[in-house]
């Protein structure tokens, strides 16, 4: 099955710098990977998702990256604000018509500083 | 649509106890989804129904969990007996089929603490 790890576990930043985290993946079929937010004590929420026929989203200070020849895919984070303050996952699936199983990254948690 | 709604939100039991978490998904979503969720072990998938037929149980950890989906609005989550190492953040999810099957919608989440 696929597997998905993520880098780093934990990372500081001052507010307005940037920030990447970084994920691998296993399987070279799966074909979506999203990004979901976690505050503290909240539910993992969906932010910003790529699919495996474009290189580069982007939503505003958030983008995406994908490498599909290295199987590695990256979130970044420009002008990083206290409310990104969060744990970030990655995850990946393949998409099928049967099946919408993603695995989770381990989860990055993001302090930004003042 | 109030979202993905979860009950109860906190539970505190003690070992050996049944222990029952419940999920309501989005109306009109095909997919439901069971997560567990600690430190250690990060966010794991339990189990997921499609179309209220279980697709994939291979997260569940032991046969002392099940999980139920009777109809398109409900389905449980039941631990029995509990032990202390279930203790975690239980979230349910949902996603719609379609061109947003990818679009995962977590509640609330359950915090279970067994004595």
């Known amino acids: 099955g696929e597997n998905v790890e993520q880098h780093p576990s934990t990372l500081s930043v001052q507010e307005g710098d940037s920030a990447v985290i970084k994920c691998t993946y296993s399987d070279s079929a799966s074909n979506y990977f999203p990004w979901y937010k976690q505050e503290l004590g909240k539910r993992p929420q969906l932010i910003i998702d790529?699919?495996?026929?474009?290189g580069e989203k982007k939503d505003q200070r958030i983008a995406v990256t994908l490498n599909k020849t290295a199987k590695h895919f990256s979130l970044h984070i420009t002008e990083t604000q206290p409310e990104d303050s969060a744990v970030y996952f990655c995850a990946a699936i393949l998409l099928t018509g049967g099946g919408n199983k993603l695995t989770f990254g381990t989860g990055t948690q993001l302090k930004v500083e003042l | 649509d109030a979202g993905v709604i979860q009950s109860p939100r906190h539970e505190v039991t003690e070992m050996g106890q049944e222990v029952t978490l419940r999920c309501k998904p989005i109306s009109g979503h095909d997919y439901l989804f069971w997560y567990r969720q600690t430190m250690m072990r990060g966010l794991e998938l339990l189990i997921y129904f499609n179309n209220n037929v279980p697709i994939d149980d291979s997260g569940m950890p032991e046969d002392r969990f099940s999980a139920k989906m009777p109809n398109a609005s409900f389905s449980t989550l039941k631990i029995q007996p509990s032990e202390p190492r279930d203790s975690a953040v239980y979230f349910c999810a949902s996603s719609p089929s379609g061109t947003m099957i990818q679009t995962q919608y977590f509640g609330p989440g359950t915090r279970l603490l067994v004595l």
């Open positions: 790529i699919r495996s026929n474009v």
